[in-house]
C-alpha cells in the first residue's frame, strides 16, 4: 500500500466544503484504574499492575474510581458541557485479545458531560467555535506488542504479547459535533482543537498530556461534500494520529485524497485509516460502518453515577482559568511584544512570570530573569529552568533590591547564584557574601580618580564628544570596586569629571 | 459420635462452642461420610480433607484462645463450586475452568474462613448455573438423597443434595432464578435467596448479574438465617451490595409470632399448573396458617405470566457478554486446532469444547437478543417486564406482608426425563423467577411429601426487597407449625443413604 492519487490542496477546497469530526481519548493520571486498585503508571514492567479485575478473572467485579469520575466532570466543565445527574456504565461486547473481559466497560447514552463548546484561536488570530458532543468515561485496553511478520500489525504476526498494565487505565473520550466552515483551516483546526484540549487537560493537572506516551489520542473524521450540498458525505476516521503535526497532516491528507476519488466520480468506502507518519499517507483500516453491532447494554455490575450538585459545583469552582483566556489576560496584562510573549509561552514560563509580578516585579524584569539568566542558568546545569530551587518571590525580592539601588546586576547574579546553592534567601546570600552597594561617592571618586590616571587620554575623548569612552573607565573602576557599586552612578561621576 | 451428622448447624455450633465437641470431630465426621457417600450422590466436585482439618483445627484453637468468631464457630460447611477459591479448584460446572485455582477468594469464601467455618468442599451444579437439575453439570449430575434416581434441583443440586444427605450441615448457594429454591423444595431442605446486594457477589462466576444472589442452604430456618447473618452486609469490591444493614434474621428467627400477619396468595400461582399432591401441600399450608390467626387474601400479578419470557432474555443476554472472558487467553482450558491457529479460531475452538450445550443454547440466545435492530423489541421488552412485575409486587404488598407459592410445580424428576427438552426445564422456575426480576427475598421452606409420590414439598415465601428479616419470621412460623406435627424436621423421614 502507498499513497493515492492526490488532487491538490487549493482546488480540493474549492470543489469541496470540508467536514471535520474529532475524538480525543485523555488517559487520565488517577493513582489508581478505572475499576480496580491497581496503579496507573506507564512504563513498568509488563503485566506487574494487574489484579483479578483488570484482566478479567472469573468472579470479579468492576467498583468506580471516585477520583476518575471527578477529573472527567472536571473535563466536562471545562468544555463548558452540562453535567448528567446520573449516567449509567454499558458493556461494549467483542472479543480481542487486549481487552480481558471481551468487552469494555465505557459510557454508551447517557455520558457524563454533553453538549459543550470550545473556542479555538488560530496562530493568526482567528477564532472557531467547535461544538462538543460528549465526553464520556471509559477503560482502556491493555497493550499488544505483536511479534513476527513484516508490519508490526496482528496480521501476518507470528504471535502477539499482551501487556494488560494499561487495560482499565481510565480515559476520556471527548467527541466534537460536526465541525463545518473551516474551508482551508480544517487541518491546522484540527491540530489547534488537540492542542488546546491538551493544554486544558494539563493545566487541570487531570492527564499527564504526553502525546508521544499515547496520553493523548486523536482520531480525526473527514468527510467532504460539494459546497451547497445539504446531506454530509461519507466520512473516513482516521485513528491514533499522535502528535499534533500528524493530525494536521493527515486531515490534509484525508482532504486530497477524498477530493481526487469523489472529482474522479468515485465513493468514498466508510472505514478506519491509519496514519503513517514517516510517509505521510494513510491506509485503508477495517471497514466502518454505523451498524457495527458492539451488543451494548447497561452494565448490570455497576450502579449508575450519580454526582451531586454540590460536588459538581466543589469541582466547578477548583477549575484553573482555561489556558487560552489566560494568555489573552496576561498578553494585554504585561504589555509584552508578541515575540517576547511567544517566548515566554513557548518556555512554559507563564507561571513563573505571573507569580514573579505577583510578588511585586515589573513583568519586563520578570521576564528578562525567567526568560534570560535563569534559564541560561538552568541549561548549564542541564536541568528545566521550572525545576531551579529559585521561587519567584526570592526573583521579586532580588529586582526590588535592584530597582532600588540595593544591588547593582552584577551583584544580583551572584544572589542568584547563592540561593540556588543554597545559601538561603536573597537577604541571606546578600549577608553571607558580603554583597553591598558602596554608596559613600567618597570611595568611589577615589577609585575614578585612580583609574583616569592611568588612562589620561580617556577624559580628553570624552570631551571631544566620544562618550563611549568612559566604558573603559567604567570596567576598571567596577573592578576596583568589586562589582558592588552601580555602573550608571560611576558613568554619571565620569561624566562629571569631564566637565 | 455418629448422630453428629444429623444436628442442625446451630446445635452443633452450642456443642462446639461448649467444648462438648471440638470443630475437628464435627468436620471429620462430615468428611467421612462424605468420602463414604458421594460416589453415590456426586454432591461434591472437590473434597479436601487437609485443609478442611487444618481449618477446623484453627477454629479449636481460637475457641482455646477464648475467641468465638461467630455464631457458627466451628460448623463445616460446603460451597457452590460457582465461587472463587484459593485452595480449591473452582469450575462452575464446566469443562473450560477444569483444574483452575483461582488467585483470590470470594468475599462470601472470605466471611466463611474469617467466621470459623470450615470449609469440606466445592459442591456440583448446572454448568455456569444454567439449568435446574445439574444434569447439565460437565462432571455428571448429584443424586436426590430421597431417591438417588430422581434430581435434587439445580442449579445449585450439589448443595441441596449434600444437606439433605447430611454431606455437610449447611451449605452456601447461588439463586439466579431459583437455584438455591428450587433444589430445597425437591430435597425437603431449607433455602433462602436474600434481597438483591444483601451479599457480595464479588468472587461469585456470573450467569445474570442482575439476577444473581448468593444465599444459604439447610436443614432448618435458624440455620439459614444463622448462615445469613455470616454472609451479608456491605462489600466495596461489589458495587450493587446494599450500603445498609437488614438486621439480624436468626433474632427475627427466635421471635417469629404469627399474631397479626397478612399473607397473600398470588392468584397467578396457585393453580392446576402444579402438581396435585405439591397443591395439597400448599392448601394444607395455607389452612394451618388461617387456623393460627394469619390474615390470608389472594392477590393478582398479572404481569407474572410474562415472568418466564422476560427471564429467559435476559439471562441469556447478560450470560452471554460474562462468559465471554473465558476465551483461552488468560486462564482455563485452551483448545489449539489444526493448521493455521489465529487467535480467533482458538478463541472458537476452545469454547466450542470447552463448552456445554445449554451454554452455548444460552450465548446464542442472548447474543441475538442485544443484538442491534432487536434490542428493544428482546432486551428492552424484558426489562419493561422486570418493571412491570416490580409494580406488581408492590401492588401486592401494600395488601400483605408476605406472599406464599408453592416453590416448585413438581417434585423431584427422574433423572433423563427433561434433559431434552428445554422448555419443560424453564418452567421449574415459574414461580421463583418473579423474586429475582424484582430482587427481593424469597426462600423455600419444607412442607410435606406430596400424596402421589411421597417426595418431598416446598412452600415458597417472598418478601418486600430489604425485609428479608420478614420472610424468616414467616417461614419460622411455618416450620414450627409442621414440627409440631411431624415432631421433627421433614428431612429425618428421608431414607438412610447408607441401605439406598
Known sequence: MAKEALMPYEQAIEQFEVVIGLEVHVELNTKSKMFCGCANIFGNEPNTNVCPICIGLPGSLPAVNKKAVESSIAIGLALGCQIAPTGRFSRKNYFYPDLAKNFQTSQYDEPIAFEGKINIELEDGVVFEVLIERAHMEEDAGKLTHIGGATGRIQGAEYSLVDYNRAGVPLVEIVTKPVYGAGARAPELAAAYVHAIREIVKSMNVSDARMERGNVRCDANVSLRPHGQAKLGTRTETKNVNSLRSVENAVRYEIQRQAHILANGGTITQETRHWHEDRGYTSAGRPKSDADDYRYFPEPDLVPVQPSLAWIEEIRATLPENPGLRRKRLMEAWGFAELEFRDVVNSDLLDQVEATVAAGAAPQAARKWWTGELARLANSQEVAVQDLSITPAQVAKIQQLIDSGELTDRMARDVVAGVLAGEGDPEAVIEKRGLKVVSDDGALIAAIDEALAKQPDVLEKIREGKVQAAGAVIGAVMQAMRGQVDAARVRELILERAK | ?500
Request: hydrophobic share 40%.
Open chain 2, 1 to 500: 459420635m455418629s448422630d453428629l451428622i444429623h444436628k442442625s448447624a446451630s446445635e452443633l455450633a452450642d456443642l462446639i462452642a461448649s467444648k462438648s465437641v471440638s470443630s475437628q470431630e464435627v468436620t471429620s465426621a462430615f468428611f467421612d461420610r462424605s468420602v463414604e457417600l458421594n460416589p453415590k450422590t456426586n454432591s461434591y466436585l472437590y473434597l479436601n480433607r487437609d485443609t478442611a482439618i487444618a481449618a477446623a483445627k484453627a477454629a479449636d484453637a481460637a475457641l482455646a484462645n477464648g475467641e468465638k468468631l461467630s455464631p457458627l464457630h466451628g460448623v463445616p460447611i460446603a460451597v457452590k463450586d460457582n465461587l472463587t477459591t484459593t485452595d480449591a479448584p473452582t469450575t462452575s460446572g464446566s469443562k473450560i475452568l477444569e483444574g483452575w485455582v483461582p488467585q483470590y477468594d470470594a468475599t462470601v469464601v472470605a466471611r466463611l474462613r474469617k467466621a470459623g467455618l470450615p470449609i469440606l468442599g466445592k459442591t456440583n451444579m448446572d454448568e455456569f448455573a444454567m439449568g435446574s437439575s445439574t444434569e447439565y453439570s460437565a462432571y455428571g449430575p448429584s443424586k436426590n438423597p430421597w431417591d438417588l434416581t430422581r434430581i435434587p434441583g439445580g442449579s445449585g443440586g450439589g448443595s441441596s443434595s449434600a444437606v439433605s444427605g447430611h454431606l455437610a450441615p449447611i451449605a452456601i448457594g447461588s439463586d439466579t432464578g431459583g437455584s438455591i429454591r428450587f433444589p430445597a423444595a425437591v430435597t425437603g431442605s431449607v433455602g433462602a435467596k436474600p434481597t438483591y446486594g444483601a451479599v457480595s457477589r464479588y468472587g461469585l462466576i456470573a450467569l445474570a448479574s442482575s439476577l444473581d444472589q448468593i444465599g444459604p442452604v439447610s436443614n432448618t430456618v435458624l440455620d439459614s438465617a444463622l448462615l445469613q447473618d455470616v454472609i451479608s452486609g456491605h462489600d466495596k469490591h461489589d458495587s450493587t451490595s446494599l450500603p445498609q444493614s437488614l438486621g439480624s434474621m436468626a433474632d427475627a428467627v427466635r421471635s417469629a409470632d404469627v399474631k397479626g400477619l397478612r399473607v397473600g396468595v398470588v392468584k397467578q400461582l396457585d393453580s392446576d399448573a402444579f402438581q396435585p399432591g405439591v397443591k395439597a401441600c400448599f392448601d394444607d399450608t395455607i389452612a394451618k396458617l388461617v387456623a393460627a390467626g394469619a390474615e390470608v387474601v389472594t392477590v393478582d400479578c398479572p404481569s407474572f405470566e410474562y415472568a418466564i419470557a422476560a427471564y429467559y432474555l435476559i439471562l441469556p443476554a447478560e450470560a452471554s457478554s460474562n462468559l465471554a472472558k473465558f476465551d483461552s487467553v488468560r486462564f482455563g482450558l485452551r483448545v489449539t486446532p489444526d493448521g493455521n491457529p489465529t487467535i480467533e479460531r482458538v478463541m472458537a475452538a476452545t469454547r466450542e469444547a470447552g463448552f456445554g450445550p445449554e451454554v452455548k443454547r444460552r450465548i446464542i440466545l442472548g447474543t441475538y437478543a442485544l443484538s442491534s435492530g432487536y434490542y428493544d423489541a428482546y432486551y428492552g421488552s424484558a426489562q419493561k417486564v422486570r418493571t412491570l412485575i416490580q409494580q406488581d409486587l408492590a401492588k401486592a404488598f401494600s395488601q400483605v406482608d408476605v406472599l406464599l407459592t408453592p416453590t416448585a410445580p413438581t417434585t423431584a424428576f427422574k433423572i433423563g426425563e427433561k434433559v431434552n427438552n428445554p422448555l419443560a426445564m424453564y418452567l421449574n422456575d415459574i414461580a421463583t423467577i418473579p423474586a429475582n426480576l424484582a430482587g427481593i427475598p424469597g426462600m423455600s421452606v419444607p412442607n410435606g411429601l406430596a400424596f402421589e409420590d411421597g417426595l418431598p414439598s416446598g412452600v415458597q415465601i417472598l418478601a418486600p426487597a430489604m425485609q428479608d428479616a420478614q420472610m424468616y419470621r414467616v417461614g419460622s412460623i411455618i416450620e414450627q407449625m409442621y414440627l409440631a406435627e411431624w415432631g421433627a424436621p421433614l428431612i429425618a423421614q428421608a431414607p438412610k443413604l447408607e441401605v439406598l
